[in-house]
């Protein structure tokens, strides 16, 4: 299944693109939105995603530091932007420093939304097939190790699964997974 990520800090911008690629794709792939970029990146180290689209202005983060981060730990993931800007300087950095692939326009003709992200997903698909074709044959060229094999293919299921950090006496330190539970109150007595 495809995976889509969706960040802007306005939620009805969310909630109407997640509309649009519902009614486009159906179940054929799965969305997950974030108004907030941080929690965003959060998820990028959790689940490999096709497409990540960002919105440019958001409060404490731009969508090219956010396209920045998304390529470091998912460089095969393709990238987008959705703004309201037009200046071409930012447009300019958005493509050179975090190759997007394409640069949208707010407010957007619905079905062009669409158009570009089945290219975005297309993309992805082509991408994919190249690099297990690569792949494949530096394995049986003797240029890639089976263990760099296996390593490569859980990378692209599960992101950083195959970063391990130590510690200064050799113990392999777990990444700070502990998350604040919150428990509902129990209703009080009459």
Sequence with gaps: MKRILLIDDEPHVL??????????????????????PELALRRVHEAAFDVVMSDYRMPGMSGIEVLRHVRQVQPHAVRMI???TSDFAIIQQAINEVEVYRFLAKPWNDDDLMHQIQGA??????????????????LHQGDLSAADHEARRLEALEPGITKVEWGPHGEVLMPDLIETIVMPTPPEDP
């Design 15 to 36: 909630s109407a693109i997640k509309r649009l690629l519902r009614a486009s794709f159906g179940t054929r792939i799965a969305v997950e939105v974030f108004s907030q």
């Design 121 to 138: 997903l297309a993309r992805a698909d082509e991408a994919s097939a190249e690099r297990k074709l690569a792949d494949a044959m530096r």
């Design 82 to 84: 959705l703004s309201a």
